[in-house]
């Protein structure tokens, strides 16, 4: 796969499913099995971290615990032998833009997880890299924390326009944060492309269910012909799907509907739904419930009026249904997406990059 | 408040037992340097400093004290560069790594009897091992402790012998407590091996060493069995250090008082030493610091 110069890019993922090592291979920290990467057009599979031009930030900081700021940002130039002038004025630039100035002359000790993770993130601006690797570098702070360094470094990375990888398991630090994500799955990437993108047409089923929260509905199922419509049956449920839509291949399917697209309807021409459980999350209201016994999630607009026991009617909007082959998990949608992975390009091997190149 | 009394009655057995076993004996020195005997049988006299004063102008004192802070700082030097290199190979990932770590510790389970004498019986100038080794290749053997720094070199490479796996156990400890992630993140600051040791493996063995060199420090000062065992203090008490030397002073001089004072000057030294060196090397800090 290739990633533009300046792109923000996320790898996500269930853990185990090889992120943490692709970006470790991009850092030359763990070695490559086959295949090549290359930086700026220079192939780098084989060099040292050190002679990549690469930084990283680590899950937990990895700040040296005996230096201060000062010197746990200015190391990496130290061991360049980059002149002291030119230390202080890159260290003081980034401490300034990270809002580190007062903590300079702090030990990392001193320091809470959000100020250390700021150091970290600093250590690898005074680089001034080809390419920053960020390795889950939120997943040590708390909610609040999390949040506004995210916002952090979407904003560092939108004002130096680097070239960015970032990894996590948690899709909506990568839906918020990527200019591109990248799925991946035992080794495998299984949908890379925008992140609406991955959101309207994902590839599979495994996508379709990692990406959005509540995650999406899922309903096996017949696919069958009644009259001219193309209908989905299971159990007593059955929906009509738009027929251009999607190939009829097969016939063993799987439906998938987002919470969010199920809507409230009047008529009782609708499906109805038996509500079993009601949370309240102040703006919106998630019910778990069952249509036809099949259990179902589903998001409203705020209703406080709403009880388990309940029944109420629901549409499912067809332009928003998403079909799957059960088999191969594999998307039935006819014009597949717009990313250029759409069929979910495979990798050979355990976390094996098969060709990563970066235009940096 | 039943746990309560368990603590104080815990507390008040522990201060009983130490009091007894070492507080006793310590005061009960301490008073013996005021005093001249020739025996614990014997009425002591009273003669106030008089002990020290003798103790402190002769010259074996001070050449004692030299040949000790000789022998302990050469051994504590040798022991630490040596078990630091040997805790980083064995910390390395390797097939047998962990019978190779068992048999490395092996010398510290040794009586120090059974070291010693294995010690004389490779080095004796008359039936040694070495002896025969070097006559097979037409050379007289070199007697070791007919000379000061061959007679102490042996001290020092007994128990650097002995010792240095409690070293190793420790900085191996030490070691693993390192995050990995350091290393990996000094990698990609560019550091190489030699970098990599002096920025993330000696700041994380900081408070590992300051420990370590305080007890060896502390056990090399008083060492008495080795030096009795090998030398007794010889050739001409070059290898003489306060320990032998109140002891020879109170059992075989039947000094009491003054083998009694060169205790008590010994044990005051290493005191203002440890409280010195704790002042300098703070473990609370170094803790903080990891």
Redesign the interface.
């Known amino acids: 796969m290739d990633i533009a110069d300046g792109e923000l890019v996320v790898f996500v993922g269930p853990s185990g499913c090889g992120k943490s090592t692709t970006l470790r291979m991009l850092?030359?920290?763990d070695d490559v099995t086959f295949g090549k990467i290359l930086i700026d057009g220079r192939d780098v599979t084989a060099l040292?971290?050190?002679d990549r031009n690469?930084?990283?930030v680590?899950?937990?900081y990895?700040?040296?615990?005996?230096?201060t700021v000062f010197e746990n940002m200015a190391?990496?130039l130290r061991?360049?032998r980059t002149p002291q002038q030119e230390i202080d004025r890159r260290v003081r630039s980034a401490a300034s833009s990270l809002g580190l100035e007062a903590l300079l002359e702090r030990?990392p000790?001193q320091l809470s997880g959000g100020q250390m993770q700021r150091v970290a993130l600093g250590?690898a601006l005074v680089?001034d890299p080809d390419v920053f690797l960020l390795d889950e570098p939120l997943s040590n702070l708390d909610a609040k924390l999390r949040v506004r360094t995210r916002e952090e470094i979407a904003t560092l990375h939108a004002r130096l326009g680097a070239t960015m990888i970032f990894v996590t398991h948690d899709q909506v630090e990568a839906m918020t944060l990527g200019d591109r994500i990248v799925i991946m799955r035992d080794g495998f990437i299984q949908q890379a492309g925008s992140p609406l993108d991955l959101y309207d047409r994902p590839a599979n089923a495994f996508v379709a269910t990692f990406i959005g929260s509540p995650e999406m509905n899922l309903i096996d199922g017949g696919l069958m012909r009644d009259g001219g419509a193309l209908v989905m049956r299971s159990g007593g449920l059955s929906v009509n799907l738009p027929a251009q839509s999607f190939s009829e291949a097969e016939r063993d399917v799987t439906l998938g509907i987002r919470p969010e697209h199920i809507e409230r309807a009047e008529t009782s021409t609708a499906f109805e739904l038996v509500v079993g459980l009601v949370e309240q999350i102040g703006a919106q209201t998630y019910v778990l419930g069952k249509i036809d016994g099949n259990k179902i999630r589903a998001v409203f607009a705020r209703d406080d009026a709403l009880r388990a026991g309940d029944r109420i009617f629901v549409n499912l909007s067809q332009e928003k249904l998403h079909l799957f082959s059960r088999e191969s998990g594999k998307t039935l949608r006819r014009t597949s997406t717009k990313g250029e992975n759409g069929n979910g390009r495979e990798l050979h091997g355990q976390a094996q990059l098969r060709r990563a190149e970066f235009q940096g | 408040m039943r746990q309560d009394w368990r603590i104080i009655g815990l507390f008040i057995g522990g201060v009983l037992v130490l009091g007894t076993i070492v507080g006793g004996p310590l005061l009960y020195s301490i008073k013996l340097s005021f005093y001249t005997a020739a025996s614990f049988i014997d009425p002591p006299q009273w003669v106030g400093l008089g002990n020290y004063v003798k103790v402190l102008s002769e010259p074996l004192f001070w050449g004692s004290l030299l040949n000790g802070v000789t022998i302990a700082i050469s051994a504590i030097v040798l022991q630490v560069v040596l078990g630091v290199t040997i805790a980083l190979v064995l910390n390395r990932q390797f097939v047998g790594q962990t019978v190779v770590r068992a048999l490395s510790i092996v010398p510290y389970f040794l009586p120090t009897v059974v070291a010693c004498l294995i010690t004389q019986w490779i080095l004796d100038p008359n039936y040694g091992l070495l002896k025969s080794v070097f006559a097979s290749f037409g050379y007289g053997m070199f007697d070791w402790g007919g000379n000061s720094t061959s007679a102490k070199a042996t001290i020092v490479l007994v128990s650097v012998w002995i010792w240095t796996p409690f070293v190793v156990t420790c900085v191996l400890a030490g070691l693993q407590s390192i995050?990995a992630?350091?290393y990996?993140?000094?990698?990609?600051?560019?550091?190489?091996v030699m970098?990599q040791f002096w920025?993330?493996t000696l700041?994380?063995l900081?408070s590992v060493l300051i420990v370590v060199i305080l007890l060896r420090g502390i056990w090399m000062f008083n060492k008495f069995d080795v030096i009795w065992l090998l030398t007794k203090g010889g050739p001409l008490n070059e290898t003489e250090t306060l320990p032998t030397l109140a002891y020879r002073k109170a059992f075989l001089e039947f000094d009491l008082g003054g083998g009694a004072a060169v205790a008590t000057i010994s044990f005051l030294m290493l005191a203002s030493i440890i409280l010195i060196y704790l002042r300098v090397f703070p473990i609370d800090e170094a803790k903080?610091?990891?």
């Open positions: 850092a030359g920290l040292p971290p050190k690469i930084a990283m680590f899950q937990n990895a700040l040296y615990p005996q230096k190391f990496g061991v360049r030990k000790r250590r680089r | 995050p992630q350091l990996e993140a000094a990698r990609v600051d560019g550091a190489g970098k920025h993330v700041p994380g900081r903080q610091g990891r």
